[in-house]
Every structure is written in structure tokens, then in C-alpha cells.
């Protein structure tokens, strides 16, 4: 890798490209406090874009190569987290070699390590050690593998048989408390209780109570709903119903409360569909309100005599070269003593 590219590199494996814009940001602040030009951030990420793939093979390849040397010794959960993360990266042929080989010392291993789980269960029921099978049988090494048949119920039938009427308080609420996280948790049925349990072994059962209810009802202890069994939740209020109207005797003479002023009352009727569905009251009619008199149309208004239309006149003929203006015929004669008199006709256009 180029040694510009191996800043970027890192913090693609500390946090992903997140970490790489947060470097960015901040590198970029410090330039501007010291005046220098800023990094450019669009090129910066597309490299980080192309080198992320190569950096997730780099680094499966490592933790794969680290679980290699331990194979036999490494955490189940870790080997198994290894190779379900190789299932993102298969089209790298170095990790589908080790993928394959991590996939098969996973599943030798698991095998083995159930088979043991068995027979240290069964071995403890032989034993009389109760208590230890049970807390053997609720730490499974895998999540798939369950205990036989003919083992579980030993495990009950020795439970039962330790949950009798004349065993130690003590003892009891040490099964109680070992029973609550044991895969027959549901399947237990006390035989007694003690006379006298003493506060601790009632309160281990009401701690519990959720996980074994057979043993909180021998109690006379009611086991909590789920929702209050859930970690860290509160009891689920049930929902406010408004109590319902009081209903009326349709034999007696019920009165309701009057309404406000202004407001007509409205039937009371015992069936609720009728009540709703009831006739109002008749409201008195307003006095009849005389209609205004008939208005008289005006007069006929008398239209303007017809206007004559002005005399057509002749357009102007097309002319070619300004003709010659013609005086007009006769000029208004004016009379010093009679004034204007009228105009000659007007020639045509």
C-alpha cells in the first residue's frame, strides 16, 4: 500500500469511512486555523471508498489466521462470529480457503463439547448433585444443542423429588433459584412446601415467580404478566373507560337535569337508539311577515328614433402619385352684419 494511503487505511479500520470524514473534519479545521489550504474531501473518500473492501479482507484474514494457532482453544462464540463474518467476504479465494477450514474445527469442536455437556449433566443426576445439573443444564455450549430426551426427564423426576415439603428452606430456595435459568423451568412441579418458608424463600420465589409459576402458585403467589416480567418495564396500566351514564327506570319518573337557558331539552327515551333518534320539541313560528307590496315596473321608456345612418362613402381611389389638392369649391362667405352664414356642401372625398 502506498504510504499516503495507509493514514486513510487506519481509520478505515477503526471506524469505517464515519471515521474517516470525522479525521477530515477535523484535519480541515486546523488548516483553516493555521491558514492553510484544506484537504479535499471528495477525493480523500473515494479513495477510502475503494481501499474499505481490501482493508475487511485484510482484516478478516488476521483474526482468521490468530483463531487458526488457538483453533482448539478459542471461544466457541468467537470462532463461530468468524466464520459467519467470512459469508460477506467469500469472493476472496484466501478467505474462502480459511473460511473452510474455521467451519470445520467449529463444527468438530461443538460436537465434542455438546457430547461432554450430556455426560456431565447425566453424571451430576447420577451423583445426587441436583443443583449442579441444573445449572450445568442451562449453560449449553451451543445455542443449537439441547439435552436428550431420557436426560430431561431424569432432570425433572430429581427436581420434584428435591422440592419436598421436608426440605430445608435453604435448600429450597437454592433449587427455586436454579431451576428459574434450567430449560425444565416449565415442566416442574413441586411436591410440597415447607410449613415454615421464611422470608428469603418467599422472596426468591416472588423474584421468580415469572419463570416457575407451578412453584409460585404451591405458594399461593400470582406470577406476574409478561409484560411486567420484561427487564427493566413497567406494569402496563389498563386503559381509563369513563364510567357509563347511570341508566333511568323507564317506570318511575325520572327527571334529568335541566339544561342551560336557551337550550331545548330533549327526550328521555331508555332505548339508546331511540333516545338519539327522538323527535325535538316544536319551536313556535315567527309571526307571519308581510310580504313587500307588488313594485311597479317602470314606464315604458320610450326608444330613440331610429338615426339614419350616415351616407355610404366612396373610398378613395388607389392612388399612385399624390394627386393634385383641390381647392375647395366655395370658402365660407362671412357677413360683417349677419355673421356666419352656412357652409357650402362639402365636396366629395
Known amino acids: 500500500m502506498p504510504p499516503e494511503q495507509r493514514p486513510i487505511a487506519e481509520q478505515l479500520l477503526e471506524g469505517g469511512l ?36 481490501r482493508v475487511r479482507v485484510a482484516e478478516w484474514l488476521d483474526r482468521a489466521e490468530a483463531a487458526q494457532a488457538i483453533v482448539d482453544e478459542v471461544a466457541l462464540r468467537d470462532l463461530r462470529s468468524l466464520v459467519v463474518s467470512a459469508e460477506e ?26 457430547d461432554q455437556w450430556q455426560r456431565d449433566v447425566v453424571l451430576c443426576l447420577e451423583g445426587g448433585r441436583v443443583v449442579r445439573a441444573l445449572r450445568l443444564a442451562s449453560q449449553s455450549p451451543d445455542a443449537n444443542a439441547s439435552l436428550p430426551p431420557d436426560v430431561i426427564e431424569r432432570l425433572i423426576a430429581a427436581t420434584n423429588a428435591g422440592l419436598a415439603a421436608d426440605a430445608a428452606p435453604d435448600r429450597y430456595a437454592t433449587l427455586v433459584d436454579a431451576i428459574a435459568f434450567s430449560p425444565v423451568r416449565r415442566e ?20 421468580h415467580a415469572g419463570r416457575v409459576p407451578a412453584i409460585a402458585a404451591a405458594f399461593g403467589i400470582e406470577a406476574p404478566s409478561t409484560a411486567e416480567r420484561r427487564r427493566g418495564a413497567s406494569p402496563r396500566r389498563a386503559p381509563r373507560i369513563p364510567p357509563p351514564p347511570s341508566p333511568v327506570d323507564s317506570g318511575s319518573d325520572a327527571t334529568v337535569d335541566p339544561p342551560e337557558a336557551g337550550v331545548p331539552a330533549l327526550p ?13 320539541p316544536t319551536v313556535d313560528q315567527p309571526a307571519d311577515v308581510t310580504e313587500p307590496a307588488d313594485v311597479t315596473e317602470p ?46 356642401p362639402i365636396a366629395a372625398l
Open 18 to 53: 464515519p471515521a474517516v470524514r470525522v479525521a477530515l473534519a477535523e484535519q480541515n479545521r486546523a488548516a483553516t486555523a493555521e491558514g492553510r489550504p484544506d484537504v479535499p474531501v471528495n477525493a480523500v473518500l473515494r479513495i477510502a471508498e475503494a481501499l474499505l473492501p
Open 89 to 114: 467476504l467469500v469472493r476472496d479465494e484466501r478467505v474462502r480457503t480459511a473460511s473452510t477450514s474455521l467451519r470445520e474445527a467449529l463444527e468438530r469442536r461443538s460436537t465434542a463439547e455438546t
Open 299 to 344: 314606464a315604458d321608456v320610450t326608444e330613440p328614433a331610429d338615426v339614419t345612418e350616415p351616407a355610404d362613402v366612396t373610398e378613395p381611389a388607389d392612388v399612385t402619385e399624390p394627386a393634385d389638392v383641390t381647392e375647395p369649391a366655395e370658402e365660407a362667405v362671412l357677413d360683417e352684419s349677419q355673421g356666419l352664414v352656412e357652409d357650402p
Open 188 to 207: 416442574v412441579a413441586p411436591g410440597g412446601v415447607p410449613e415454615t418458608p421464611g422470608d428469603e424463600l418467599l422472596s426468591v420465589v416472588r423474584k
Open 268 to 280: 328521555v327515551s331508555e332505548d339508546p337508539v331511540e333516545q338519539h333518534t327522538a323527535e325535538l
